[in-house]
């Protein structure tokens, strides 16, 4: 242990704490830019600076290690003064559109400069004008916002280890770029929008379409449909003021209805169609019926998925050819639905709530238009969504709780869990019990896949056949279950892999930040809605049962495959 | 794309440096260098070429070619001019020379001139503070300038070139 005092407070920490750390320790807070919890500290913004005696500097305590005997102050006149001066020359450079700005009320650097009492800025900096990073679907880049703090770098680099973004030149013309300045749509990008998570600013958001879903939806010749993936549920209210860990299926069903879409129905119908052709497809392959590679992959997380033609494109015959479940939905709502009702498919609008930025490149894949037409047209994130809700002026909090229109809209626990970190194992191993032993599993809980360990296991006695499963998320930690796969070891029959930290909880689309702690709560609302819901197995949903007698026939079947199944690309590396 | 550093004349140095220091980023400099020299400029095949050798990310190689004035992308003239802009230079006129090459080379705010003979450059210091204002072609170094002796280096040049570029 080493003894040091803060503000005068005599306080003891493990070696190799930092200061800033060390701190929290006699209740104070230092205020920080650059560094972020669950980041390697970087010490680039110089916020964080503390006065240590006997030193000439001050010194940043994100980086800066305790030492024995030293005497720190984090708020001396000449720490607050040196951090004011510092947000001073930011904001110099700062653009000053905070009205209109994505940021609006969440921004980092505007609580800073707040908090630490900016009174004016006495500096006129260059204020820049580069061009926006406008190439990808899914993510716009303005790099005239941002204050080089290099969080969106190291999220990309030590967390998805994806790489396509990092500095280039130096000094004042210091900037965040990908290669060669070919924007994210032209690199290796998976669009997971992690980077937005850690952005402290506006300087990297989502495409947004809210305005082509408001004309969709102003237009009476329009049929509006729209589905929500399960983990919009457990985080939209934290957008609308309540607490992280609020279950809004309700309501969100009630909102949608309220917002003008013709008809709400739910992704989660269609997580338990993918239960319904993934566990079949699994079952194919453990028993050689299916001639493809073990371990089976999920595939529902289009993050991974791109992440996988660039980087693991020899792994594509192990990955599951099942589409996700936002694009099993897509083109049933433009042929089954359509059918149903007898509405012209051309007149269908498919949208969707998505927690993922990625599900916007997903939608637009060429390969995606089965139904004949763009099968989903329109992806909204929950930010998105939220922004919505406010503008039509819904109060949500009264609102009742409303269910989803059963045909497409009806889910098991199964289902819901699709959302966190190992659920879609866990839903897929309740059905691919009652398919290879025809009787139903006992114990549905599978806890070893649950939580927030980077790479999970577990083995499941399937009358005397082992079946070996593992489960990943976050890109960085997958790469330790596809280079043993690569190498020909994994042990596994099936793995589950979602591209964010979390799972889908955690997805670029849910609201911002990069709390490990608030993204494990959403899971366990999850969890919880599972537990509480009395069908908790895809293949007991009636809805599901329905579209496979009345339209599908069944799974892996021909229009199964035409409609719910997909072929991946080996795309360049740059 | 896969690299087809094979027709390079790069790759060989490029190979010879990965040989000497591993595979590390600790050879990404010197071998980049290597490349500069060779072709002029850094090729994309030369980034990708390294992604795969020494496996550091393209992005960052990227961003080592931006942070260095003597790296770049883009291909540069036959002779590299690179003057001298900061203070002790610009304090005995550097801004002059500029002038006088712009002037001589007939940049009209380019870096490269069109025939690709000449590429101008404002670099910070090159350590000749006792030769201000200062400049280097390529490695050869010219100090204690001055317009006209600006305009006279430059004609040698363009006289050393003119039996196949047409100069004169």
Known sequence: MVALTINGEHVKVPGGTSIMDAAKEVHINIPHLCYLEGLEPYGACRVCVVEVEGERRLIPSCIREVSEGMKVHTHSARVRHARRMLIELLLANHPEDCFTCERNQKCELLKLAYEICVGDVRFEGEKPSFELDETSPSIIRDPNKCVLCGRCIRVCHDVQTVRVIGFANRGPETKVVTLLENGLGNVECTNCGQCIHVCPVGAIKERSCVDEVWTALEDPKKHVVVQEAPAIRAALGEELGLPVGTLVAGKMHAALKRLGFDVVFDTNFAADLTIMEEGNELVGRITGKIKKPLPQFTSCSPGWIKFMEHFYPELMENVSTCKSPQQMFGPLSKTYYAEKTGIDPEKVVSVSVMPCTAKKFEAQRAEMTDSGYQDVDYVLTTRELARMIKEAGIDFLTLPDEPAEPLMGMYTGAATIFGATGGVMEAALRTAYKLVTGRELESLDIKPVRGMDGVKTATVDVDGLEVKVAVAHGLGNARKLLNETKAGKSPYHFIEIMACPGGCVGGGGQPYGFDMAARAIRGEVLYKEDKELTLRRSHENPSIKKVYDDFLGKPLGKKSHKLLHTKYTKREMT | ?168
């Not at chain 2, 931006?66 to 001019?81: A, P, S």
């Not at chain 2, 802009?85 to 069109?114: K, V």
């Not at chain 2, 200062?134 to 170094?141: H, K, Q, T, V």
């Open chain 2, 1 to 168: 794309m896969k690299s087809e550093g094979l027709r390079h004349a790069w790759k060989p140095k490029v190979d010879g440096i990965i040989r000497e220091l591993g595979k590390t980023r600790n050879a990404l400099l010197p071998c980049l260098e290597a490349v500069q020299q060779e072709a002029g400029c850094i090729p994309q095949e030369a980034i990708t070429y390294l992604r795969e050798t020494i496996e550091v990310p393209s992005v960052d190689i990227y961003g080592v070619i931006t942070f260095y004035g003597m790296l770049t992308t883009e291909k540069q003239g036959k002779y590299v001019i690179r003057v001298c802009d900061s203070l002790p230079c610009y304090l005995n006129g550097s801004r002059e020379i500029i002038e006088a090459l712009e002037d001589e080379l007939g940049m009209n705010g380019r870096d490269t001139t069109p025939d690709g003979m000449f590429t101008l450059e404002r670099v910070a210091c090159l350590g000749l503070c006792d030769k201000a204002p200062a400049m280097i072609i390529n490695e050869e170094i010219h100090g204690d300038l001055n317009a006209e002796k600006v305009r006279g280096i430059i004609g040698m040049k363009k006289k050393e070139e003119c039996g196949w570029k047409g100069y004169y």
